[in-house]
Each structure stands twice: as structure tokens, then as C-alpha cells.
């Protein structure tokens, strides 16, 4: 009988410590530096090219540029946004780079603003993770000022939403 009530703790102890893992587990995938929160990076990968996708909070007390982004893995990366022209979806490179005002969070979705990737020389299988390098600018005293570029890890996706590339 002894044994039996050392089994059901065991058990309820290893449910306890599961369910309070899981929460920190599900939700450890938000990067922050002093000026910007990035929440839940993704992407999608189309052979060796992938949309990155994730929610961005400006948490400065001035507006910020999302200018692009470096990876080891990946020949180049562009800002993109998409547009419809004549009931036609048409992804364009983003010029100048993306505006965050001051305590604004903007989301890098399907069919709106993304990362493209090109050239990814490694290959991720569902549910890796890929490190890249996102490049911000601030306008402080305006004065466009580069920021140390903030670390995340991109989590490989395909089964979220669909977004089809013609570049």
C-alpha cells in the first residue's frame, strides 16, 4: 500500500511540475532589449527561401525603424510589405525601413509586413529554431541613431497559415 501512495505522489508531483513548466515553456519565445519586445518569431520556409513573421512593442519612449535583418544561415534578408493592387497581392521590399511609434506594437503577418528570407544554406525541419539579427534605427532627438541589434530565434512553421512568394 506503501509503494501505491509513493506511485500517485510521484504521479501528482510530475503532473504539478509539468503543468507549471508548460506555461514558461509556451511562452519563454519573447526576445527584449531596452527599447523593443519581439513575440513569438516564426516562419515559414518555401525550399531555400522563408517569411518571417512576429509581433514587435516599441517600449521606448521614442520611435523606432525596423530596418532588416543579418543571419549566418541566410544570404539576405528583406523587410517586405504587402500590397493589393487591383484585387492582386503584390510584396515589395520596404524602403526606409519600418516605423514603430513610441508604446506601439505592430504584427509582421501573412499578406501584410514580413521578413523574407533568401538563400537559407542549412535545412530546418519543423519546430527548429533559426538565430537571426534584427537591425533597429531610433529617432532620438531626431536623429536617426542606430540601436544594438536585438538576438532572436526564428521557430520553423509550415503548418501555420499559408503565403505564397513570386520575387
Known amino acids: 500500500m ?3 501512495t509513493v506511485e500517485k505522489n510521484m504521479k501528482i508531483i510530475l503532473l504539478i511540475t509539468t503543468l507549471l513548466i508548460f506555461p514558461l515553456y ?3 519565445h519573447k526576445f527584449e532589449a531596452k527599447y523593443a519586445i519581439i ?3 516564426w516562419m515559414k520556409i518555401f525550399d531555400t527561401n522563408g517569411a518571417g513573421y512576429f509581433k514587435i512593442k516599441n517600449i521606448s519612449s521614442y520611435d523606432l525603424y525596423l530596418m532588416g535583418a543579418v543571419s549566418k544561415d541566410v544570404k539576405k534578408i528583406e523587410l517586405h510589405k504587402v ?3 487591383d484585387d492582386i497581392a503584390k510584396m515589395r521590399p520596404l524602403e526606409g525601413g519600418l516605423e514603430i511609434k513610441a ?3 505592430i504584427e509582421l503577418k501573412p499578406m501584410s509586413f514580413h521578413l523574407m528570407f533568401f538563400g537559407i544554406n542549412k ?3 519543423e519546430g527548429q529554431m533559426m538565430g537571426v539579427e534584427l537591425i533597429f534605427k531610433s529617432m532620438e ?3 536617426l541613431e542606430n540601436l544594438e541589434n536585438l538576438n532572436v530565434k526564428f521557430k520553423v512553421d509550415m503548418r ?3 503565403h505564397q512568394h513570386d520575387h
Open 39 to 41: 513575440d513569438h518569431p
Open 26 to 28: 509556451s511562452s519563454a
Open 123 to 125: 535545412d530546418y525541419e
Open 160 to 162: 501555420k497559415s499559408t
Open 103 to 105: 508604446g506601439e506594437i
Open 83 to 85: 500590397t493589393m493592387e
Open 141 to 143: 532627438n531626431h536623429f
Open 2 to 4: 506503501f509503494t501505491l
